[in-house]
Structures are given as C-alpha cells and as structure tokens.
Nanobody, 121 residues
Framework: VQLQASGGGLVQAGDSLRLSCAAS????????MAWFRQALGKEREFVAG???????SYEKTVGGRFTISRDNSKNSVFLQIHSLKPEDTAMYYC????????????????WGPGTQVTVSS
C-alpha cells in the first residue's frame, strides 16, 4: 500500500485547510485510515481515525475543529481543519490500519510521507 498526502501549506491563524490522502496498491476498503501529526521536537500523535463504516475517533484535545472523512470509491481520506492555531503547526501523516479499527492504539502498517502544515500567528 502506498499513501500520498496533500493539502498542507502556510496559512494564517483562523484559516481552514483540507488535507487529502490517497491510497494505492493493495489497499482494501475494509482498512481503517487515520491522521497523525508530529511537531518539531515532539512525538508523533494521533489526530483522528476512521473505519470503513465511517465510524470516527478523535484525539480529545483537537476538539471540534478537526473532521475526518473518507471516500471509499477513491481510496481516500480527508482531514478538514477549521480555526487553525499556531500550535497546529506540524507534519501531518496519513496511515492505514489493516485491522480496520482506526484507534489511537491500533497498529498502523502503512504510512505516507506527510504534508507540512504551518500556521502563522
């Protein structure tokens, strides 16, 4: 499975962004997909996950500003971020969980190269 994320960039605080990630190769729609992020000097953290059924999980601190969705017909997952804050600055990675659960502690087998989000104040 190969993953390619896009949609990152340099934005101002308060702006919105929509990140996209497309899967290719031996991807199956029963797989869960998720977004993680890693800020400079910090550990990678789970942001949101989504099962093939569209059930979602969110890291509790992201509040209601993040929305994960997927399009099974395009093997894609999206992350809509509203009201961006400087602390959202990070490399955002999409990942695939073949067990299908998409939880923070799920085993993620495939990772994309990431897309950088930088939020200026």
């Amino acid at each position: 499975v190969q993953l390619q994320a896009s949609g990152g960039g340099l934005v101002q605080a308060g702006d919105s962004l929509r990140l996209s990630c497309a899967a290719s190769g031996r991807f199956h729609n029963t797989y869960a997909m998720a977004w993680f992020r890693q800020a400079l000097g910090k550990e990678r953290e789970f942001v949101a996950g989504i099962r093939s059924t569209a059930d979602t999980s969110y890291e509790k601190t992201v509040g209601g500003r993040f929305t994960i969705s997927r399009d099974n017909s395009k093997n894609s997952v999206f992350l809509q971020i509203h009201s961006l804050k400087p602390e959202d600055t990070a490399m955002y990675y999409c990942a695939v969980d073949v067990t299908g659960f998409g939880k923070p502690t799920s085993p993620y087998d495939y990772w994309g190269p990431g897309t950088q989000v930088t939020v200026s104040s």
